[in-house]
């Protein structure tokens, strides 16, 4: 079978490129190893929601999502998917076994078939393969374990306290559900991030976009390797508004936090107790300066006058709604104890055998392409590219954190890149699209 390109992976990113493909007139074909946004349904659990806004969230030529300020939870994101697919040329079921350079361009096997196609794009994502360290292997036996990427709901666990290793936006929201559903629950930390659900009024996406924060691109930041490897915000879309999450709040729920966990001897969990206060405070500082760039925003006139706080509201809890009277006016400096650091001790070692039943690792995500043929993959095996197109011709990529821009890998970021990627596909096609539009 032939085509002018393949599209590997049916998620956000495919269909967003296939819809620019389409409208170019450009020949394409999504293979899908599952169904049209897979990993939404089966890698993430049930009450998942968006963490940001609806309104931040389109998709070139889809339908708007409804309430603009609400979070779309994972079904609803799901049908909103299926719907934007319905006139691409998705092939589901479809495993991709290899990409090979030929003379033509690229042999793509499958096990429905093989494909040849001058150009191929990979859309698998940034979130590709659960990542679990490796001493999980020293965990002892009789702890179920399991990755956050196959965690539905607190009533599929095994009884006992649980284990959650992780404090990015899974590891913190997942630790908040188990709690409130009557579970014990302790999270180890290591490096995170802290971040209001909004901030003088406003959410804190709508803040980090209006500031251009979001749009700061790849080749702006001094260490790109560094910024992909960023902690993501820990806030959640849960409720009517979305909340803010934090160690705090999360201690304030029941959660025991401690420092990150160091490995396991015999039945026994240990950790970096004697860190967590600094991995809070390096949290905090980076919370701070991101709000600073927000305040020179609204200083220099660009922000919305909004009313003075409640009274009683504590300004330097990242939860508060800090809305200030002027557009000067500054959050407060880091202070010697801010909230977030009032925590209880946490443990240095946790005894796995006294009732604990699961360890949830909520340890991220890797990428890795076993079936792709072709060298450009660096020694640590990701991607090399700049901004989605690597040294081999024809051979792109799209979905990945920091492609082009600090919301190149979020649902309404992708469209920009997956204009970029046309772009650079129809300009290999010698105009055909411009021609096929005008036609």
């Known amino acids: 079978m032939r085509t002018d390109t393949v599209i590997i992976g049916a998620g956000q990113a495919g269909l967003a490129l296939s819809h620019e493909l389409r409208a170019a007139g450009l020949e394409h074909v999504l293979l899908e190893r599952g169904r049209v946004g897979e990993r939404w349904r089966s890698e993430r659990w049930d009450s998942l929601r968006l963490l940001t806004p609806n309104r931040l969230n389109g998709l070139p030529g889809a339908a708007a999502l409804p309430e603009p300020g609400g979070y779309l939870d994972r079904a609803s994101l799901v049908a909103h998917l299926e719907s934007y697919a319905s006139d691409a040329p998705v092939r589901a079921h479809t495993t991709v076994v290899r990409v090979r350079w030929a003379a033509h361009g690229y042999d793509i096997a499958t096990d429905r078939g093989d494909w040849r196609a001058r150009n191929v794009v990979i859309a698998t994502g940034d979130c590709d393969v659960p990542r679990v360290p490796a001493a999980a292997a020293a965990a002892p036996a009789s702890v179920h374990q399991l990755h956050a990427a196959r965690y539905r ?83 959640s879309g849960a409720g009517s508004g979305g909340e803010s999450l934090g160690l705090d709040r999360l201690a304030e729920l029941g959660v025991t936090v401690t420092g990150r966990l160091l490995g396991f001897a015999g039945r026994h969990a240990l950790f970096a107790a004697e860190h967590l206060e600094r991995e809070a405070v390096a949290a905090d500082r980076r919370m701070r ?151």
């Open 153 to 235: 709901r607190p009533d599929e666990l095994p009884d006992g306290w649980v284990l959650v290793v992780g404090a990015g936006p899974s590891g913190q929201q997942i630790a908040a559900e188990l709690r409130r559903a009557g579970r014990e629950v302790v999270l180890a930390v290591g490096r995170h991030a802290r971040m209001p659900r909004r901030y003088r009024g406003r959410d804190i996406f709508d803040w980090l976009l209006e500031s251009g924060q979001l749009d700061v691109g790849a080749a702006e930041v001094p260490d790109l390797t560094a910024a992909r490897r960023a902690p993501s915000f820990p806030v």
């Open 289 to 439: 300066r991101t709000l600073d760039r927000v305040d020179a925003h609204i200083a220099r006139g660009a922000g919305t006058r909004r009313s003075a706080p409640a009274a009683g509201t504590r300004l330097s809890d990242p939860g508060a709604d800090t809305r200030l009277s002027a557009p000067g006016a500054a959050h407060p400096g880091p202070t010697a104890h801010p909230a977030a650091f009032q925590l209880p001790a946490g443990p240095s070692r946790l005894d796995l055998g006294a009732g604990v039943g699961t360890i949830l690792w909520a340890t991220g995500y890797g990428r890795s392409y076993p079936w792709l043929e072709v060298p450009v993959l660096d020694d640590a095996g990701e991607l090399v590219h700049c901004e989605g197109v690597t040294a081999a011709p024809g051979l792109f990529a799209l979905g990945l954190r920091f492609q082009r821009t600090r919301r190149s890998h979020f649902l309404g970021g992708v469209g920009a890149d997956a204009a970029f990627i046309a772009a650079e596909i129809e300009r290999r096609a010698g105009g055909a699209g411009l021609l096929a539009r005008a036609a």
